[in-house]
């Protein structure tokens, strides 16, 4: 009887210590750039390993990864400056394109993404693909950012002198080293 009596009480104890010990033991640092390296890369990864991906246009490509990214990012609980410093970050890197950070940065950050589209690294891998992202931001009226992001690329070859050439289609791929990208 009496170790039916001292194994309620461990029992108790247990049941009240437990919820203490987990909420120490999941405690986490705060996410950081290079600790959000890994979760890009795998989005990414995981945005191209579906068996269409690399039959779909550059802006079916872009969408995928974009969303693949985002949805890994707003999972991750990252302040927003975190995730446009790992977005900065993984440009450099060549893990991602310069204009798929800018717009996932819009979308997850949105309050970072002209600092996303404005950083040194961005700007140089657009500028040495023939690519341009423009960013602009309002604010509505009930205080949300709203972000509007434009993707080119470099003008179309073959054109006439004199005469307006569009624009190609932008591509997550160009300028990038990632494993998705088949380079």
Same mark, same amino acid.
Not at 14 to 34: C, D, I, K, M, N
């Given at each position: ?6 194994? /309620?009480?461990? @029992?108790?104890?247990? @049941? %009240?210590?437990? !919820?203490? %010990? ?11 750039? &290079? ?12 945005? &191209? &390993? ?12 872009? &969408?995928? *990864?974009?969303?693949? *990214? ?20 993984? %440009?450099?890197?060549?893990? *991602? ?11 997850? /950050? !949105? ?12 700007? /140089? ?40 050439? !569009?624009?190609?289609?932008?591509? !997550? ?11």
């Amino acid at each position: 009887m009496f170790s039916r009596h001292i194994s /309620a009480a461990c @029992l108790g104890i247990a @049941l %009240v210590v437990t !919820p203490v %010990v987990e909420g120490v033991a999941f405690a986490q640092a705060p996410a950081t750039a &290079a600790s959000l390296q890994a979760s890009i890369s795998a989005a990414a990864r995981a945005a &191209a &390993a579906d068996p269409g991906f690399a039959a779909l246009s550059p802006e079916a490509k872009t &969408a995928a *990864i974009t969303a693949s *990214i985002s949805a890994a990012l707003a999972a991750t609980g990252a302040s927003p400056q975190a995730i446009a410093d790992a977005l900065v970050q993984a %440009v450099a890197n060549g893990t *991602i394109s310069a204009g798929v950070a800018v717009t996932v940065a819009a979308s997850v /950050a !949105p309050d970072f993404a002209a600092k996303v589209a404005a950083a040194p690294a961005v700007v /140089a891998q657009l500028s040495k693909t023939g690519q341009s992202a423009t960013v602009t931001a309002s604010t509505g009226s009930d205080g949300a950012p709203s972000i509007l992001v434009s993707l080119s690329g470099a003008p179309s070859a073959g054109g006439v002198t004199g005469t307006t050439t !569009p624009t190609a289609a932008f591509d !997550p791929c160009a300028g990038v080293i990632a494993s998705y990208c088949g380079s």
